[in-house]
Nanobody
Framework: QVQLVESGGGLVQPGGSLRLSCAASGFTFSGVTMSWYRQAPGKSREWVATITSAGGGTNYADSVKGRFTISRDNAKTMLYLQLNSLKPEDTAVYYC????????WGQGTQVTVSS
């Protein structure tokens, strides 16, 4: 059974940082290109970042480029997203999934950026 469990969100002031984690199980994690997505209140879910299966390639949405860093640990079947220089517009529920959104969505982790 596939499971994607996101964690690490919270309330942070503008300019702050957070590190999100995604624990993956039930599939061959090391063979899959993974992505982070987010959904802000009243908006559709949007793509944030992607990392290739071995971690050698990454890609980011323009809105987060230079501020967010995606990484993975295939031995631990973990996906990460380092969020730096956070802005209020980064407030959203963050989710992980494959780049093709193959699996059911997890519960996500809430990130709130506010002073």
């Amino acid at each position: 059974q596939v499971q994607l469990v996101e964690s690490g969100g919270g309330l942070v002031q503008p300019g702050g940082s957070l590190r999100l984690s995604c624990a993956a199980s039930g599939f061959t994690f090391s063979g899959v290109t993974m992505s982070w997505y987010r959904q802000a209140p009243g908006k559709s879910r949007e793509w944030v970042a992607t990392i290739t299966s071995a971690g050698g390639g990454t890609n980011y949405a323009d809105s987060v480029k230079g501020r967010f860093t995606i990484s993975r640990d295939n031995a631990k079947t973990m996906l990460y997203l380092q969020l730096n220089s956070l802005k209020p517009e980064d407030t959203a529920v963050y989710y992980c999934n494959t780049v093709s959104q193959r699996f059911s969505w997890g519960q996500g982790t809430q990130v709130t950026v506010s002073s």
